[in-house]
């Protein structure tokens, strides 16, 4: 990503340098995600229902490795349509945050993504497997889009949040006013 974007090496993981050092100086996590099997349910009952709702990611990235039940999709950019998201023994998806989209003025995208319920009777009465590690830079890191990407002169609307008050930001936006 540095090379990509032209930036210095280093750049980001300077700024993620307390990843291991907890929660209140880094928001990286592990997260261990089991979705339980559907059963006994009468056609049509679970209709709609879906395993994890849409949503981005708000770090840096994800990394995201899955089992093979499947039912990961995502939206591209500019388009409204769900695809699947195919799995590939031992593959990592690497999923970008809002963090980063911010802070590359969208040249990286945080893609909408949910996990829905299989169709097929088989599939629906396992339960599905994941590990997700959600990458977030330093709480005190300023997320200035002008830093990367150059960017032309910084105008005084465009105001510069730290990592903290971002997430901070989208957990209010989230699940109300809980987070202050
Ligand atoms: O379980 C998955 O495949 C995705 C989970 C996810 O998107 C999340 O926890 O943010
Ligand atoms: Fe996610």
Redesign the pocket.
């Known amino acids: 990503m540095e090379v990509a974007l032209e930036t210095t090496p280093s750049f980001f993981i300077d700024k993620h340098s307390q990843m291991l050092e907890g929660d209140d100086l880094n928001m990286s996590t592990l997260?261990m995600?089991y979705?339980p099997a559907i059963v006994d349910d009468e056609p049509g009952q679970s209709e709609g229902a879906i395993?994890?709702g849409a949503?981005v990611?708000y770090g840096t990235f994800?990394l995201?490795a899955?089992d093979s039940e499947g039912?990961?999709e995502v939206q591209l950019p500019g388009s409204e349509k769900w695809e699947r998201v195919g799995h590939l023994p031992g593959a990592i998806?690497i999923?970008g945050g809002e963090l980063l989209s911010i802070w590359t003025k969208k040249r990286y995208h945080a893609l909408p993504?949910?996990?829905v319920i299989p169709e097929q009777e088989l599939i629906r009465t396992r339960g599905?497997h994941?590990i997700?590690y959600?990458c977030h830079p330093n709480n005190s890191i300023l997320i200035s889009p002008n830093d990367l990407l150059g960017g032309g002169e910084a105008k005084s609307e465009d105001k510069v949040y730290s990592a903290y008050e971002l997430i901070q930001k989208k957990f209010n936006d989230t699940y109300g006013q809980r987070y202050q």
């Open positions: 997260r995600l979705y395993r994890c949503h990611d994800t995201l899955q039912g990961l998806l999923n993504h949910r996990v599905r994941s997700a959600f």
